[in-house]
């Protein structure tokens, strides 16, 4: 089955422990992308990739670290995590056409819901 | 950049027609217009997408005005489980998207 896996679902921690919350995919796409949402925010873009060592910063990249060594997985990385980053985190992915303006639509994950104490 | 507008909230009555507007005024000439909707905390789903012409499939339309300023998702038959957050999507300079806040769909029995 077709879909992006995050881990883990719900995580509750502490200010400045670092934390990861990992992403694979596993129908070879190129684009990768983190999203927060914050209620009446809706969803911001943290970090996307449009392959394998290639990551670009989104709307929102303040306090968070992203790494795309395989072209399946997308982890993001709170290196020190503080409560503003308490908050409901989705990845997604897509096919890309390199060179082309893109049309695929993105598949997204189940969500990791994060609170920081 | 391109982004988009859309009604904070809508109400429709079951089994009749959803009209939801987006208006993405500044998007360029070959950016796509992408809808998805989110059930409670679920991650999006997507509906369908569009550049110029209109767009129909299982679940949706998607009519696109001819200047591309604004666009409109139709639901046919609205269900109680249509009820969700609906996002109109534009791809922005680079390859970053934006969502907006979307429109809060209640379907009524």
């Known amino acids: 089955e077709a879909q992006v896996t995050q881990n883990p679902r719900y995580l509750i921690t502490v200010t400045g422990k670092k934390l990861t919350v990992t992403c694979s995919q596993n129908?070879?796409?190129?684009?990768m992308s983190w999203y927060r949402q914050d209620p009446g925010l809706g969803l911001r873009q943290i970090y996307y990739s449009m392959n394998v060592e290639v990551t670009d910063k989104g709307d929102v990249p303040e306090g968070y670290k992203v790494s795309r060594k395989e072209k399946r997985n997308f982890p993001l990385i709170l290196e020190s995590p503080s409560p503003n980053q308490t908050s409901l985190y989705f990845c997604?992915?897509?096919?890309?056409?390199?060179?082309?303006?893109?049309?695929?639509?993105?598949?997204f994950g189940d969500g990791t819901r994060l609170s920081i104490l | 950049d391109a982004k988009t507008t859309q009604p904070p909230s809508m109400d429709c009555a079951e089994g009749r027609a959803a009209n939801l507007p987006c208006n993405h005024s500044?998007?360029?000439?070959?950016?796509?217009v992408y809808w998805y909707r989110q059930i409670h905390s679920q991650g999006p789903q997507y509906i369908i997408h569009g550049l110029k012409n209109n767009e129909t499939n299982e679940m949706a339309s998607l009519i696109i005005t001819e200047d591309r300023k604004s666009s409109t998702l139709i639901l046919p038959h609205a269900t109680l489980r249509d009820t969700a957050v609906y996002y109109c999507?534009?791809?922005?300079?680079?390859?970053?998207?934006?969502f907006g806040t979307g429109t809060s769909l209640t379907v009524i029995p």
């Open positions: 997604a992915s897509s096919l890309w056409a390199v060179g082309a303006y893109s049309n695929q639509p993105q598949h």
């Open positions: 999507i534009v791809r922005l300079t680079g390859n970053q998207f934006y």
């Open positions: 129908m070879n796409h190129e684009y």
């Open positions: 500044t998007i360029s000439g070959n950016e796509y």
